[in-house]
């Protein structure tokens, strides 16, 4: 199947106003899919038909009921950095916890979890 095609069959799903019905329905070109899942991010999250892709795309749906042709791993890191940008953090590089932007530059920031540089991973010095 050309990616055109499955372009436009994703597309066509995200009409078809529930996951499980899209999921049938894109299963008909005999693709295999890993059921249904979600995923959550900083109190927000999203269902999707997963194709075993990260990045992948496929049909995503919102807790509002929208719909739309994406992959979860985008829709993970975007909603992250909006959080990160409206609550002045930064995700810690080394634990992957949140933490304070607490220095001008993101990459002098120290972690107050693991208490290490959330760039580099290495301890401050003493
Ligand atoms: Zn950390």
């Known amino acids: 199947m050309t990616t055109q095609t499955i372009e436009q ?3 066509h799903a995200t009409t078809l ?3 499980e ?12 899919f890993h059921g249904i899942d979600s995923v959550e991010c900083g109190g927000e999250s999203i269902q ?9 795309s496929t049909v995503c749906q919102d807790d509002y009921g929208n719909m739309w042709v994406g992959s979860w791993g985008d829709w993970y890191e ?4 909006q959080q990160n940008e409206r609550n002045h953090t930064v995700t810690c ?3 992957g916890k949140r933490t304070d932007l607490n220095r ?3 990459s002098d920031v120290i972690c107050e979890s693991c208490e290490r540089n959330v760039s580099t991973g290495e301890l401050p010095p003493a």
């Open 21 to 32: 019905v899209a999921e049938s329905y894109l299963s008909g070109d005999g693709r295999l």
């Open 48 to 56: 999707y038909i997963n194709t075993g892709d990260t990045y992948g």
């Open 78 to 81: 975007f909603t992250e950095s």
């Open 17 to 19: 106003g529930s996951l």
């Open 9 to 11: 069959s994703l597309k």
């Open 93 to 95: 590089g080394n634990c």
């Open 104 to 106: 001008d530059k993101w």
